[in-house]
């Protein structure tokens, strides 16, 4: 089975349409369902129908894209493990994470990463928090950085790298809303038992701006407000009781690990986030 065939048919069933494939990689259509045929054959089941114009997975199709994306990640891993090879201490790392730690937490430690490993290239990948270690499981990402607590305990290895908290803000202004703003980028309380309007808002960013704006008060990571309240637009709102969430970062087991993750998780341990 060729993978490049694989990848093709998932760029056919998510796009729809052959024509739009071919114009986006410039290959021809004939070439393309011929390429498609040959997976049909290696296979042998139909993968794909037409309907109208559009093209859509069969059950057969839908099963093995699942199984492509195993796949497709691992030849991934594949070749950026044999750079490494080629290269010495040349490397990629994939960084799975969620927006608010890659907004808060990371960005100091991949800058003095970087300076200490400047041949190591590292890509962040934002994904809902939740996903994280999946991604990790899978291998679509090499190290997982998560708010959520890990389920899968042995099939992982699990380094928990420093401690934040949730804490309530409010308006430096007085306020008569009760509405308690919570973000929905990270796993936080949902409000159980609080004598309020509880309103789930996309971003831990757009939380403060509402709160800053006099909309509510808020619920988000002590690191992700510090400065706005350093800078007097925000206060700590002491209705609110904080409570200590744990940083986690995720990787595979230690036989399945890179030189350049090493390098990264060392470099992990010898600072304090």
Wanted: hydrophobic residues 40%; glycine residues 8%; aromatic residues 6%.
């Amino acid at each position: 089975m060729n993978t490049k065939h694989l990848l093709l048919l998932k760029q056919v069933i998510n796009s729809g349409s052959i024509s739009g494939v071919a114009k986006e990689i410039h290959v021809s259509q004939p070439a393309i369902s011929m390429m498609l045929k040959r997976l049909e054959q290696d296979v042998g089941v139909p993968l794909y129908t037409t309907v109208g114009r559009n093209i859509t997975a069969t059950d057969a199709g839908l099963t093995l894209l699942e199984f492509a994306e195993t796949i497709l990640s691992l030849e991934e891993q594949v070749y950026r493990t044999m750079e490494e090879f080629q290269q010495g201490s040349r490397g990629r790392i994939v960084v799975g994470t969620s927006q608010v730690i890659g907004s808060y937490i990371l960005p100091k430690f991949i800058l003095s990463f970087s300076e200490n490993h400047s041949n190591i290239k590292v890509d962040i990948q934002i994904r809902p928090d939740n996903e994280i270690e999946e991604l990790v499981r899978l291998g679509t990402v090499d190290v997982g950085v998560t708010l959520t607590p890990p389920e899968d305990h042995f099939s992982l290895r699990i380094t928990k790298i420093s401690n934040d908290q949730f804490v309530g803000i409010q308006p430096v202004a007085p306020i008569s809303s009760n509405t308690i703003l919570i973000p929905s980028d990270i796993p936080i309380p949902n409000g159980e038992g609080m004598k309020a309007q509880v309103r789930s808002i996309f971003s831990t960013e757009a939380v403060k701006q509402f709160v800053i704006g006099g909309l509510g008060y808020g619920i988000v990571l002590k690191s992700a407000a510090d400065l706005e309240v350093s800078c007097g637009k925000l206060k700590y709102w002491e209705g609110y009781e904080a409570h200590t969430v744990t940083t986690s970062v995720l990787t595979r087991p230690a036989e399945r690990l890179s030189k350049s993750v090493w390098f990264f998780l060392n470099h992990l341990n010898s600072i304090n986030l």
